[in-house]
């Protein structure tokens, strides 16, 4: 299985705080039955700065770290990046990595409590420069939460979003689980991934996810996301379905 989203990288935010600590992840990951992680830390989320050149230097030394303890992980380069104003500024400066520093996809953070009123241009101006934007863990969002309709204007605009598995399995509670599920119900989740940041109550749940995905949907739900990731690791576009839209008596349940 590949993660496209955990904090590995020790030390940088509020995830992994040393080395072992980024060791015993890995070996949590590679028991759960995943071989590849991106190492996705925050950047600019009002309380850390990850740049690019700092994250590749980080990540080419975690990865002689896990080499050398012999944990079959292969980690790559991200960076789940806070969407702000002057975003396109910070591309020019070469301070944003997208996802193995490709140049095709970023991760989008959106604050947790709203959606800007300038997100939906921001996506389009990435998508002019060849980058299409993974809103991660939008089910997690409260604007998002109490209007629905707002995620699926983002995904018509050509956003991709990104589901945490641990609010597929009731982690964060039962509110953000019933939405994930709409989320996908509705075709606006594309990739799964566990946006772990220990081993603990914010580990690696990405089997257990899929496993209740299955239950709930089929294998071929399984299949279309875990398939999204490969994709995305090859460099290639990920399959995307038609978005529906929500319906005003939806709104009603969240």
């Known amino acids: 299985m590949i993660d496209i989203h955990c904090h590995i990288l020790p030390g940088v935010d509020d995830g ?12 949590k990951a590679v028991e759960s039955g995943i071989t590849h992680v991106y190492a996705t830390p925050h950047h600019l989320n009002e309380k850390y700065v990850n740049v690019k050149r700092d994250i590749i230097a980080r990540v080419v030394k975690l990865s002689e770290s896990f080499q050398q303890a012999d944990i079959p ?32 996809h970023m991760l989008l953070e959106l604050p947790s409590g709203r959606v800007p009123t300038y997100t939906q241009d921001m996506i389009y101006e990435l998508l002019l420069q060849g980058i299409t934007p993974i809103i991660v863990h939008p089910e997690r ?26 609010s597929m399995i009731g982690n964060f509670g039962k509110r953000i689980q019933s ?17 772990a940041h220990n081993i603990g109550s914010r580990g690696f749940t990405l089997h257990e996810a899929y496993d209740t995905i299955t239950k ?12 999204n990731a490969e994709l995305l690791m090859k460099g290639q576009s990920p399959a995307i379905e038609k978005p529906a839209p929500f319906k005003k008596k939806i709104l009603g349940i969240f």
Do not use: C
Request: hydrophobic share 35%; proline share 1%.
């Open 16 to 27: 992994s705080t040393e080395v072992d600590a980024s060791i015993s992840m890995a070996k």
């Open 73 to 104: 992980l292969t980690i790559h380069l991200g960076q789940e990046v806070r969407i702000h104003r002057d975003l396109l500024t910070s591309l020019e400066k070469e301070e944003i990595l997208t996802l193995d520093d490709k140049g095709r």
């Open 141 to 166: 969002n409260k604007e998002l939460l109490e209007n629905p309709k707002r995620l699926f204007e983002l995904v018509q605009e050509g956003a991709l979003t990104q589901i945490t598995s641990g």
């Open 179 to 195: 939405f994930s599920k709409k989320i996908i119900d509705h075709n606006l989740a594309h990739f799964l991934a566990t946006d």
């Open 216 to 227: 709930m949907y089929g294998i071929e739900r399984t299949f279309y996301f875990k398939e």
